[in-house]
């Protein structure tokens, strides 16, 4: 158990269903559509915490599911989350690369973590030797809403530029280009990005205002200060996230 006056981390299970901008009722809707396909096996490339995983266990009781992800205290929680919602024995996480499993699924899932394969074309193409005949690929990345201004991207992660994602309809042309037909997509809503960039500072904000006196207090206080006026000055209403249902064009 982590000694309480230890300031928490950012994000998790604990304040978010997913490491990305989808909402409930979003998730809800996007796991029903998928439900029609009856997928037999699921892969989540990049699961986190294994939050979209379970939930789609949950939904399919014949269904079992492979999680990955490179963050090892995600994957623990992915493991007590399993646990306690009595989905062990159809969830299995695995800690490590995306790159190193060649395994594939009738349902592959890879949500905000292209990168695991390299660039956005690269990924799309691997993830197809993934993705079973007749399967479903979840796709979700960053796109630019609005192509950002200077400023904008001086406000963002050190060395963005705009070559760092795309347009909606680039990033679609990718995706076809790719091998595969566009089924359904969804960009995220302004109030799914604030409750996803709300809910990575929560732990640690309510931590500081219980831990005033602390000696991290200070420092933490301008972490928590510095993230969210990189969100409010630079990809807030900038940068969006779209999740695409993919289906091979063989």
Known sequence: MLDPSTPPARGGASVLQTNSPIGRQSLNRLIEVLATNRPQTVLDHGCGWGG???????????????????NGPYIEQARIAAE??????????????????TE??????????????????????????????????????EIWSVTPSDDQLAHMWEGTTVDDALLLPDLVDIVTNAGWRVLDLRTSTSQEWEDFECGHLRNREQ????????????????????????????????????????????
């Open 52 to 70: 979209m995983l379970l939930d789609i266990l949950d939904v399919m009781p014949s269904t079992n599911g492979t999680g990955i992800d490179i």
């Open 84 to 101: 306690q919602r009595r989905l062990a024995d159809r969830a299995i996480f695995h800690e490590g690369s995306s790159a190193d499993h």
């Open 104 to 141: 594939s699924a009738d349902l592959v899932l890879n949500v905000g973590s292209y990168q695991a394969f390299g660039t956005i074309s690269e990924a799309l193409t691997r993830l197809r030797s993934s993705t079973n005949p007749s399967g479903r690929l979840v796709f979700g990345a």
């Open 207 to 250: 931590w500081l205002v219980t831990h005033p006196e602390h000696e991290l207090a200070s420092e933490i206080r301008s972490e928590l200060d510095k993230a969210r006026m990189m969100w409010l000055r630079g990809h807030r209403n900038v940068m969006g996230f779209v999740t695409f249902i993919l289906a091979k064009d063989e």
